[in-house]
């Protein structure tokens, strides 16, 4: 079987291991994010001369940012250091095997394709719903990069018809630290001091601030996704991120898209959603099915 060395960085943790053909993760390690561009490296050559095994095809890399195909990370992250250099020239110079990089999002969608929740689609979103929202578009089964590399930014959207600009993008009014933000300041405290589960919890409790910015929070996911269905036309859109994890939330946006669909009667096409089958190790295996492809594509070029 053939094997992959992975690397997913993130801005407090480098996750990292071997892959198998068969998205069996065979080894998992990870260590906390170095503060400078040469302790990565460090890392990422370590690991690569620590496994000489002849079945590992390649190295494939997640990453945040704007990623190019020539190997430069453009805009920005909690990882400074990465934006500028030619990080795919730098892992390179290190190694005969094929390296591959792409966007942290833009893995999770690959992952998806390749054996989770739209396996056998061709067209796809990916909602990675945090801190923040981005995601990923997965068109014709391939990722939807943009003239700008910005394919897959849901969060800048706006949703306001106001006139002006006041905290009105998606990313502002419906991530999970906005439904915090709404919760601590209705209740005067500091939202360091809250979580999303705790805000799930106090409403299961019964907890009238937290019911209603819960509420807010899932509508606004709702109008988002509707927006989105309009836009790419996917077969599916797929929801990711920790609170994708609660049972109750494809119910919950469902309710909310009955309600837009009833008020939009030409509205004629429903968003099917979904969540995402991979999690923790989403981004690994993206990455190496992007490998895995990329090696495969350039084989039949070369026959």
């Known amino acids: 079987m053939n094997k992959y060395i992975a690397f997913d960085i993130g801005g407090t943790s480098i996750k990292y291991g071997l892959v198998g053909s068969d998205t069996n993760i065979i080894e998992h390690k990870i260590t906390k994010t170095p503060k400078t561009l040469n302790q990565l490296l460090a890392i990422i050559h370590e690991y690569i001369q620590l496994n000489t095994?002849?079945?590992?095809?390649?190295?494939?890399?997640?990453?945040?940012?704007?990623?190019?195909?020539?190997?430069?990370i453009y805009g920005g992250s909690a990882i400074s250091y990465i934006h500028g250099p030619n990080i795919k020239e730098l892992i390179t110079s290190k190694t005969n095997l094929p390296v591959y990089l792409e966007n942290d999002a833009n893995c999770a969608g690959y992952a998806e394709l390749w054996a989770g929740s739209a396996q056998y689609k061709k067209d796809f979103l990916v909602i990675a719903i945090g801190t923040g929202i981005g995601g990923a578009i997965i068109k014709?089964?391939?990722?939807?990069?943009?003239?700008?590399?910005?394919?897959?930014?849901?969060?800048?959207?706006?949703?306001n018809a106001k006139m002006g600009i006041d905290d009105d993008s998606w990313i502002r009014m419906d991530s999970t630290l906005s439904m915090i933000r709404k919760v601590a300041k209705a209740k005067g405290i500091d939202e360091k001091n809250?979580?999303?589960?705790?805000?799930?919890?106090?409403?299961?409790?019964?907890?009238?601030?937290?019911?209603?910015?819960?509420?807010?929070?899932?509508?606004?996911l709702a109008i988002g996704i509707y927006n989105l269905q309009y836009m790419y036309d996917p077969e599916i859109i797929l929801l990711g991120g920790s609170i994708s994890a609660r049972d109750d939330l494809i119910a919950r946006i469902n309710e909310k898209l009955d309600n837009i669909l009833t008020a939009f009667p030409n509205a004629t096409i429903r968003p099917q959603i979904d969540t995402c089958?991979?999690?923790?190790?989403?981004?690994?295996?993206?990455?190496?099915?992007?490998?895995?492809?990329?090696?495969?594509?350039r084989t039949i070029k070369e026959c």
Request: aromatic share 10%; proline share 2%.
């Open 194 to 220: 809250l979580s999303g589960e705790e805000v799930f919890y106090l409403a299961h409790q019964g907890d009238q601030d937290c019911i209603q910015a819960i509420n807010e929070f899932v509508h606004l």
């Open 53 to 72: 095994d002849p079945d590992v095809k390649g190295i494939a890399v997640s990453s945040p940012g704007a990623v190019s195909k020539e190997g430069i």
């Open 140 to 159: 014709d089964g391939k990722i939807h990069k943009g003239a700008n590399l910005h394919g897959g930014e849901f969060g800048f959207m706006l949703l």
């Open 277 to 297: 089958k991979f999690r923790q190790h989403a981004n690994l295996l993206g990455a190496v099915f992007g490998l895995k492809r990329e090696i495969e594509w």
